[in-house]
């Protein structure tokens, strides 16, 4: 039996929530970043710190993670939804 197989066997077809964000989380990493570093601008506008763009990839990854998992929550539901109406 395949890796493959074994899985689909497993979770009856269905991704978990856990791989769902871990695919998403790439994207919401770079989307995260991006915001934290447009806010970092307008709080500069503010008087608010500078943020080097090295912490703001960090921050982007960290913020990613939560946002990723969300994301993928909201994703399963509406996977959910879509063959509960078939």
């Given at each position: 039996?395949?890796?493959?197989?074994?899985?689909?066997?497993?979770?009856?077809?269905?991704?978990?929530?856990?791989?769902?964000?871990?695919?998403?989380?790439?994207?919401?990493?770079?989307?995260?970043?991006?915001?934290?570093?447009?806010?970092a601008l307008l709080g500069r506008a503010v008087g608010g710190p500078?943020?080097?763009?090295w912490t703001a990839l960090a921050l982007g990854a960290a913020t990613?993670?939560?946002?990723?998992?969300?994301?993928?929550?909201?994703?399963?539901?509406?996977?959910?939804?879509?063959?509960?109406?078939?």
């Open positions: 039996m395949r890796a493959r197989d074994h899985s689909r066997r497993l979770h009856g077809g269905r991704w978990p929530v856990w791989r769902l964000a871990l695919v998403f989380w790439p994207l919401a990493f770079g989307a995260m970043t991006v915001n934290v570093h447009f806010l500078i943020l080097t763009p990613g993670v939560p946002a990723a998992f969300a994301f993928a929550l909201w994703i399963r539901r509406l996977m959910d939804r879509a063959d509960a109406s078939d």
